[in-house]
């Protein structure tokens, strides 16, 4: 396979967030005034016009306030039979006169409406859309939509295939960047299209049985390696993001090309294949322009961006669909279950690092290269935990699917003094000195196979005083079963007769951001060989436990229905648990193994659903 | 002292993007400055770009275009490996 594909979507606001201030406040002279509609409509316009300059056919995501438009509607219907273009729906773009004056709520984010209100709207909106263009829409999205909203909208209106279902890594990071006032609380999804599970959307289906019913796409196709210490906000397929983190000159943003060619490599660890999204609200081209952005730029960027993408087109190397098709290929080409993958580079920050991130339907996770490669970020969608949101939930506006590591939530590798961040690492010991691996930049290669997908981090030297080590790690996913098998292998040695130990260890906990969360309830465990178990329920009493020739040891954190288990796979191994305490809120296992040159220790590390 | 308004350009206050946080400035007409109603940064328009570009060193990349043969022979490349501090590429 050999496919890049690339949905554009436009939608017909009349009152975009970020022309409309006065009206977002309540001053209902301003509210859906002339000159705001007319305003949007042209940029709907001059966005349309832009994509179809280049040969690129959109989906117009129909609006609440646009369905009430009849200027709006006869547009999608004019750009429908002359171009093509999908006519969709979305969740986004609600207000105006008459949703006030129904639903009385000055509410813009659909997800976060109470359960009534959001069946509501689906039926008034979807109703709306037939009755403006007789049928149903078969694409819709929002910021973000649960699996209960997915569900019951398959059910009302089976046709829907496709759905922008979140925003990648939008999450505590962006509300920040945001002043703390913008309520996309969204970490933990694919960063790529997926099929969503019906327990959880932002968890990759397990099989048919668990399988939604649509194909979910993110909001936009994110940089991987930018998202993880920045707000996904400025570093997307969106030229005006680029524009908001400054990482532009004049009207020049190359890193806008960057990200397309990145994700056209994509196709080399996903089989052949790799999508973008391009999605850019019209409230990011207005004429007033973008904070220090005037209109020029931000028309320009539009233009170059989009010119790129028909160049691509020309040169046939990229496919350009609607939501609804690519929908339709996505289910004839991919598996319900299908695994993602991306070692990523960066071509912003002048670096050499790169990241991998992997998931599947029982967990997505993120490798830091330039920390060893140790494991940063871990949501165990094995779990498939039911986090309903929106007013009247336990979750609330925290959309987010939890993690059990996050090294910049949780410390990671540097701590101020004290206690152990949250990170999946190894230790190599000698003679009293120790060196975490996650000290040790490194970059990857790639491989896959039949059932596999493998990221080879290439080898560290560690530095002791009288010897040098170098070591060599691996990760091999075990497609869609949950288990990762890690392998460290002494592949050089100053003093060939030398032993060095690893400890191969995980510091765990859960939440969805940075405060720590309780883990009064999480149990611990040595398995020894046979079979027996040296356990403890958590209490931040500092206990710890070790034993030689462990079977296993593991740990459950039941407030995200999670147990986590390591295994030694190649000899005899030390195991031991560490509780933690209050200052120190995690939770570690680890696996101790002596090694000399050219052997390695290999531990399969799993995560599955506790009940 | 005079009401602060949206400057004829809606700067963000360029303290606040150092610590990732995008937060209009406010101008003061009288005084001809801008301000920073969240943290204690004021200043004209002339420290205002000046700091943007100090906040742009944090791209050294940002005019380089790395294309997709680029992107892939860095997949060939040994990169850095090691737990001594390696230069920063230039």
Redesign the interface.
Known sequence: MDKFILNVVHRPELMPEYINADAQAGKAEEFGGKKVVGESLDIFRLQQDIAHANGIKCTIQMTYASLYSDEAIQLAKDYHKQYGDEIGHTFLGVQCDRFRATYGSRELAMWLFPWDLKVRLVHDSFERFKEAFGFYPTSTGSYFLDAELINYIKEKYPGVKIAVAACFEEGP?VF????NTWYTLLDGGPWTAWVPSKACSHAIAENAADDAGIVAVPHLSRDLLGVMD??GDMFGTHPQNII?G????DD?L??M??LV??Y??MK?YNKGFSYNLVYVGPGWMGKA????CPYRILKKSYEDFLAYYGQLKREGKVTVMTMTEFADWYRANKAVNEPICA?W????????N?CFWYADSRFRVQID?KLGGAITDIRPYASKLKRPCGAGTPANQDASYPFIVHARYRGGPFTHYAGEGAIKSAKVRFHGEE?DLS?????G??EEGDGYRKLIV??????FRGLEVRIETSYTFRENTGTIDIARKIVGLTDPTAKVEIDEFITACWGTREYPEDLTGCTLAVIHDDGTRHAIDYAYRCREHSAEAVAAVEAVIPMVHTRIRMTPQTGPCKGYYEEGYSFAPNLKIGLCRELGLNEELVTTFSIERAA | MAQGRTGK????CPQC?FR?????LLYDRDADQYYCR?CNWEGDEMAILAL?RV??Q???????????VE??A??E????????P?P??S
């Open positions: 990071k920040r960047h945001t002043n920045n707000p908001r400054l990482a532009y000159e020049r190359p890193f090309y960057n060619d990145q056209q490599v080399r322009g973008r904070w220090e070692l580079k960066d071509t912003i920050f002048g670096t050499k790169q290269l060196v000290a040790c930049r490194s970059t290669r790639y290439r080898p560290v030297t560690v530095e | 350009i809606n700067y963000r993007l990732t946080i995008d937060y209009d969240r943007y906040y742009k944090q791209y050294p990349d940002m005019l380089k275009r790395w294309t997709v992107i892939l860095k997949d490349e040994p990169g850095t490996t090691g737990n001594t390696n920063r590429p």
